[in-house]
Nanobody
Framework: QVELVESGGGLVQAGGSLRLSCAASGRTVSISAMNWFRQAPGKEREFVAGIRWNGGNSYYVESVKGRFAISRDNAKNTVYLQMNSLKPEDTANYYC???????????????WGKGTLVTVSS
């Protein structure tokens, strides 16, 4: 079992920045990739970014490329999502997810955090 706890959400003005953190505990040796998803009210959960636990290859949804950056600290079992140039359409609950296999399908995730709310005002 793996537990994930997100932090770092909040209210920010358009153009601002936030950094989300996701701390993993438990059987983390089973994880191959860590991911961030988001879900806005009335919308489906959307993949945002992912990173391989070993090797560090990262991948993003097109809408955040050049603005968001995912990184990891294996020693701390923590993954980060640096979000810059935020837009009102980035407003959503952001979820951390761990997977035993690399991929961006939410159905392929094995563990989920409870989420942290990001609100971007115009």
């Amino acid at each position: 079992q793996v537990e994930l706890v997100e932090s770092g959400g909040g209210l920010v003005q358009a153009g601002g920045s936030l950094r989300l953190s996701c701390a993993a505990s438990g059987r983390t040796v089973s994880i191959s990739a860590m991911n961030w998803f988001r879900q806005a009210p009335g919308k489906e959960r959307e993949f945002v970014a992912g990173i391989r636990w070993n090797g560090g290859n990262s991948y993003y949804v097109e809408s955040v490329k050049g603005r968001f950056a995912i990184s990891r600290d294996n020693a701390k079992n923590t993954v980060y999502l640096q979000m810059n140039s935020l837009k009102p359409e980035d407003t959503a609950n952001y979820y951390c997810a761990a997977a035993k296999r690399v991929g961006s399908d939410p159905m392929g995730m094995d563990y989920w955090g409870k989420g942290t709310l990001v609100t971007v005002s115009s």
